[in-house]
């Protein structure tokens, strides 16, 4: 990840916004424990950048409703968007 890291930090550092989003390959996540591991590595660094923002499961195609259930406990744990007008 640290790549992508050094992507994103160069980007935020621009004052860019920036959409961390993960793309399961066959579209679904096949290990929850890496999926998770990945996510707190992210929000850990970057949960107090309100120029990053999280997409925990872009186009969540071929899951069915207990599979998304699942994996729903992982959106619980990521920062709140800033609400304000």
Not at 23 to 31: F, I, M, Y
Not at 49 to 77: C, E, K, Q, V, W
Request: no cysteine; glycine share 14%; hydrophobic share 40%.
């Amino acid at each position: 990840m640290g790549q992508l890291h050094g992507s994103w930090d160069a980007a935020l550092g621009l004052g860019m916004k920036v959409v961390v989003g993960a793309v399961a390959t066959g579209w679904q996540v096949s290990d929850t424990t890496s999926f998770y591991n990945m996510w707190d590595t992210v929000i850990n660094k970057y949960s107090g950048n309100s120029n990053l923002y999280f997409d925990i499961m872009n186009g969540p195609h071929g899951y069915s409703a207990t599979d998304l259930t699942n994996l729903r406990p992982l959106a619980g744990a990521l920062p709140q968007p800033a609400r304000g007008g």
